[in-house]
């Protein structure tokens, strides 16, 4: 993508959460060769070592920011901060919220402690990470990024990652009639299927449940299982590059009156025109579906 606003970036920092892999590490690398500074957070050291590596100017590895450790968000923000006004900035013109990771599971079957890490990094760290920065967001005038899935709609099996982003679904809408009196854009980028490790580990992850998981309550769902696994393995090869995300991200950015949603990958426009449509009717054709 061309950069409209080559100039003006020098003055924009941005900071994006989970940039060890996938869209936070390629959103990262785009936004930094578009003049952006950027805080790319990860929670390990190898990862920000990874990152330096690329020897991008604009891109300053932070690490660890583990979401759900606050003591890590407040250092951050104070690190942050300082940065920022060692380089004479006024702000954070971007927050933009990636950070999350989930498994493939029945809710009968779901690994109670991996979901409320889940829970924690996603939503609670996702809310944390908004009241530390919003007081740089406000003044650089700048705007919130939401990277999530098309999650108002049931999907079975991966409920530790819908949920959670269900629920920010909620947390940003509200807070964009919140923030109207300081024009703080929250803006949703949700993405149907894109290539990330961790979308392509959902085969594996399901053979995995089924060999670990209890025999009793795994042959329940192991023949829809294996179904829904094959499916995944066709849904894999048609995923969208996650450099694709990383200019609608810039898009977003760039954009003086942002949309508030925008959609990208594979699938993101059916689960939109799904949402769409009264929820009895939603949910039947899902359900039809599986």
Known sequence: MQNPNSTKNNDRAVLITGCSSGIGRQSAITLAKHGFIVFATVRKEADAENLRNLNISNLLPV????????????NLAKMVDNELN??????LYA???NAGGGSPAPIELMDLEMFRTELLTRVLGSVAMVQEFLPLIRR???RIVWIMTPAIIPTPYVTSIHACDFARNCIARTLEIELKPWA??????????IKTPAGLR????????LQAGPREKVSLYERALRKW?????????????????????????????PKRRYSVGYMAKAAS??????QPIADWILKMRF
Do not use: Q, W
């Open 184 to 193: 703080i854009p929250n803006i949703m980028i949700r993405c149907g299927g």
């Open 229 to 257: 696994a094959k499916d995944m393995a066709e849904f894999d090869e048609k995923r969208t590059e996650p450099e694709k995300v990383a200019e609608i991200i810039l898009k977003a950015l760039y954009a003086k009156r």
């Open 202 to 209: 959902t085969t594996s992850d399901v053979e995995t449940l």
């Open 273 to 278: 025109f799904l949402e769409a449509m009264p």
């Open 63 to 74: 690490y660890p920011l583990d979401l759900t450790e606050r003591g890590h968000i407040t």
């Open 95 to 97: 927050l933009i919220n």
């Open 140 to 142: 650089a005038r700048g």
């Open 86 to 91: 060692r380089r004479g900035k006024k702000g």
